[in-house]
């Protein structure tokens, strides 16, 4: 008995995802997603129910756990999309690998402070504090698309800026990329999110960081 059922939940659950093959069954579970992540950094994840969800964008509970398991699921899936999505600028960022680094920093800089300062980056952000400790793999994933994205990408030219002799040798690209990260997006984006004005222009704040940071990292740059 048990393995038939079990047979037939499997045949339940392979008929329900096939629905969603369909351009039509792809779209509802598109717009059910976009629905259930603006619900859920609105209000939370403890505060959305399915049966507001539903009533939103319809569907049902059954389509629910049969493609997602559940509302854990649903939040899990419509956070992790949500990630890759603004995780792509940042990925796809093409740092010069001559001229200026200056130059090349600060073009990288903007693209940065663009991303993290969204309205809804901060909402993720805030979300990911609020839900870490029920949700860690998560909250991983969150800062795995944003700060850690941002700093694999910018290791990269600084190895090859180290390699080039244009800066310092003898620490890891990996932990000077983090730190050149972290010194241009935790003050504006901590003003951002708890509704502190900037305190200079976004401009003036990622200059000064980085003549800071080329002033102790450059090795044959004059500043």
């Known amino acids: 008995m048990a393995e038939k059922s079990t047979a037939h939940v499997r045949r339940s659950r392979s008929l329900c995802l096939s629905k969603h093959r369909t351009p039509k069954g792809a779209a509802r579970l598109s717009a059910l997603t976009d629905a259930a992540l603006e619900m859920f ?127 310092r040798k003898g620490r890891p690209p990996l932990l000077l990329a983090r730190q050149f990260v972290d010194l241009v997006v935790t003050d504006a984006q901590l003003r951002a999110q708890i509704g502190i004005p900037a305190a200079f222009d976004h401009d003036v704040t990622l200059s000064a960081a980085i003549e800071t940071f080329l002033q102790g990292q450059a090795s044959i740059i004059k500043l």
Request: proline share 4%.
């Open 41 to 167: 950094l609105d209000q939370g994840y403890e505060a959305v129910s399915l049966d507001t969800l539903i009533s939103r964008v319809g569907g049902s509970r059954r389509n629910i756990y049969c493609h997602f398991g559940g509302k854990e699921g649903l939040f899990l899936a419509a956070i992790t999309a949500m990630c890759e999505r603004l995780a792509e600028p940042i990925k796809s960022a093409r740092i010069p690998l001559s001229g200026d680094p200056a130059a090349a920093l600060l073009r990288f800089g903007r693209m940065l402070l663009k991303t993290v300062l969204l309205p809804r980056t901060l909402d993720l952000k805030r979300l990911m504090v609020a839900e870490a400790s029920r949700f860690p793999d998560l909250a991983q994933t969150i800062w795995t698309a944003g700060h850690q994205q941002a700093a694999i990408v910018l290791a990269g030219w600084m190895a090859q800026q180290q390699s080039a002799g244009v800066l």
